[in-house]
């Protein structure tokens, strides 16, 4: 990008931040979050008419979450993120947005009960890479914190849905493990998915989504930069 396009990108950073007054901090990938979800309108290929629950799974700071809840007021939303000055960022730009519901867990594939955990651990990608990995001790030590383990089926039990309008993942290569678990209890009742897979952080994920993906061959699939996005055929858009 010139400078030309850098002057623009600012100028439209600069312009988008007044209006929807989030939070970005320094020297960390906010801007770039912020840029290509509100600006750039990264997720308008999963928007559907008159949503009820959307799932946003790697909320990071709430960018998308914030995007979805302008458009669907009336939707739920619930935010799912790991890493906690990710999620502390995100409390306070979500304030104003009563229908998004923040969840301080990663996203995972297999049912293990409530005594599983994952440590949150920061390799070299910044703060919009934050990975997961499971542990056996609720014990953060020096290398980052831990959180619990939720599934998608555990989110929807919790919060009585039936169906899922959207759901949005971009969860850093724990992708890899939700696609290896059971997809076939909430996939086919899933409207929109957009994910990104992540085999340069985690070899495999791109296997453990192609396998998934295929026993439902009722999805249309295209792509959108680095998203697949995926549309339920059988299920009203």
Same mark, same amino acid.
């Given at each position: 990008?010139?400078?030309?396009? %850098?002057? /623009?990108?600012?100028?439209?950073?600069?312009?988008?931040? /007044?209006?929807?007054?989030?939070?970005? !901090? /320094?020297? @960390?990938?906010?801007? @770039?979050?912020?840029?290509?979800?509100?600006?750039?309108?990264?997720?308008?290929?999963?928007?559907?008419?008159?949503?009820?629950?959307?799932?946003?799974?790697?909320?990071?700071?709430?960018? @998308?979450?914030?995007?979805?809840?302008?458009?669907?007021?009336?939707?739920?939303?619930?935010?799912?993120?790991?890493?906690?000055?990710?999620?502390?960022?995100?409390?306070? %730009?979500?304030?104003?947005?009563?229908?998004?519901?923040?969840? /301080?867990?990663?996203?995972?594939? !297999?049912?293990?009960?409530?005594?599983?955990?994952?440590?949150?651990?920061?390799?070299?990608?910044?703060?919009? $890479? !934050?990975?997961?990995?499971?542990?056996?001790?609720?014990?953060? $030590?020096?290398?980052?914190?831990?959180?619990?383990?939720? @599934?998608?089926?555990?989110?929807?039990?919790?919060?009585?849905?039936?169906?899922?309008?959207?759901?949005?993942?971009?969860?850093?290569?724990?992708?890899?493990?939700?696609?290896?678990?059971?997809?076939?209890?909430?996939?086919?009742?899933?409207?929109?998915?957009?994910?990104?897979?992540?085999?340069?952080?985690?070899?495999?994920?791109?296997?453990?989504?192609?396998?998934?993906?295929?026993?439902?061959?009722?999805?249309?699939?295209?792509?959108?930069?680095?998203?697949?996005?995926?549309?339920?055929?059988?299920?009203?858009?």
């Amino acid at each position: 990008m010139g400078l030309t396009g %850098n002057i /623009k990108r600012a100028f439209s950073i600069w312009k988008y931040q /007044k209006e929807f007054g989030l939070k970005l !901090r /320094k020297k @960390t990938s906010d801007r @770039t979050v912020f840029y290509n979800v509100i600006v750039k309108e990264q997720y308008k290929d999963l928007l559907v008419d008159n949503p009820v629950n959307i799932i946003d799974a790697g909320a990071n700071i709430g960018c @998308t979450s914030v995007y979805f809840a302008r458009l669907y007021p009336d939707a739920r939303i619930i935010a799912i993120e790991p890493d906690q000055d990710n999620f502390d960022t995100m409390l306070e %730009n979500i304030r104003p947005y009563p229908n998004i519901i923040p969840v /301080k867990a990663g996203l995972w594939g !297999r049912k293990s009960g409530a005594n599983t955990f994952l440590k949150v651990e920061d390799n070299g990608w910044g703060n919009w $890479g !934050r990975q997961t990995f499971e542990c056996s001790e609720p014990d953060g $030590g020096d290398q980052g914190n831990v959180v619990r383990a939720i @599934t998608i089926d555990d989110i929807m039990g919790q919060f009585g849905m039936t169906g899922i309008d959207i759901l949005k993942i971009d969860i850093e290569g724990a992708e890899k493990d939700v696609f290896e678990g059971d997809v076939d209890s909430w996939l086919p009742k899933t409207r929109m998915l957009g994910v990104e897979l992540h085999d340069r952080m985690r070899e495999g994920c791109a296997c453990a989504f192609f396998s998934a993906v295929a026993r439902h061959p009722f999805f249309k699939v295209s792509i959108n930069d680095d998203d697949l996005i995926l549309e339920n055929l059988r299920l009203e858009k």
